[in-house]
């Protein structure tokens, strides 16, 4: 059984616990973002549910068939779709540019061109994305790497373990900054900062398309001698250290604050303040984010975290937690009316889109 799902009942025990001090807390001082409220822990239940059962991420219909890339049968079926749909775009935009605007035929004309150009794009940016992510899963998946690295079998030993687990939270860092600066990962890795609350179920609302996503790999080590079994116990491990983290119980570790990613440090990572936002993306080591210039301290006095998200989506539904940026990510790309855009929406930050919805005057609630 996987490590990380086999200390369930801890969860459940230790989110019971917190649950008492977080009470006892509020009747002595007032209630608190901290605090548990019924929908929103059963939402995050509900996600951490799904992320185990409805494995997106492994088991979409076809999946297994595009994993050796445009070179198999569905995988070209499916890179063609994305090339003649990118085409159709094309085509499109260049007669909706050439449309001659001053006739009602004209503007028909135009009209018409770019409801095919928006219809045709997010099919071609939809079936370009399946075919790059499971391309890249299946080569450098950790199986494929070890059937490489096999012949210089590190063993057991310390070294291989050390390895392992310094490498795994390495690619998390870049992994978990690159889901909050590419806005197809942010799509990914949104469920999970949803909450406007923060507790222990707040690290069980986990995102369940991971597939969608192209990652540093993190079986790399596997090409060196690490065994997948390592490797995987190293994924566990990680998930399970980042579970107690989420909480505000703990106000700080001392010394510890310097080396370890601590609950201090990811309320940081939670926060949807300006100055909080996009920070403190490591697993276990926070030396990551002060080596490569992300790393932000709490300022629980002049700063208080306000979690959740810069636009907060107020619902509990598990289906709208999981495809709302989708959702606007696909729109914003179908009312686009260049390539340039399109791209932009998909592979730029949330916060550049934001702003360029607000240059072309698109109201963002519709």
Known sequence: MDLSVAVTPLYFATMAAERKALQRRAAEQGPSAADYDKPDTVASLGMGVLSLTTPITAHLAGYAALRRGPKGRIGKVVLGVALGAAAVTTVADVIARRADGSTLDGRRLRKQARKVAGASSVVAITAGGVVLTATTAALTSTKRMWSKGKA???????????????????????????????????????????????????????????????????????????????????????????????????????????????????????????????????????????????????????????????????????????????????RDVARADNWRDRLGFVLRGPGWAYRRRAELGVDTAA
């Open 152 to 330: 210089h079998d590190l063993g057991n030993g310390v070294v291989p373990w050390v390895a392992s687990m310094l490498w795994w939270d390495f690619a998390y860092y870049w992994n978990h900054r690159f889901q909050h600066e590419v806005r197809a990962m942010w799509a990914i890795h949104v469920p999970h900062h949803s909450s406007e609350h923060y507790n222990l179920s707040t690290a069980l609302r986990q995102p369940v398309a991971g597939a969608f996503g192209v990652w540093v790999p993190y079986g790399l080590v596997s090409r060196f001698g690490v065994r997948p079994s390592i490797v995987e116990t190293s994924r566990a491990l990680n998930l399970i250290y980042q579970y107690w983290i989420h909480t505000d119980t703990i106000r700080s570790l001392g010394a510890g604050e310097e080396v370890l990613n601590t609950p201090s440090h990811h309320r940081v990572h939670h926060g949807s303040n300006q100055q909080y936002l996009d920070r403190n993306h490591a697993g276990i080591l926070i030396v990551w984010d002060r080596m490569f210039g992300t790393f932000r301290r709490e300022q629980p006095v002049d700063d208080p975290v306000i979690y959740g998200l810069t636009r907060n989506i107020h619902t509990y539904n598990l289906w709208n937690v999981s495809t709302h940026e989708y959702r606007d990510m696909f």
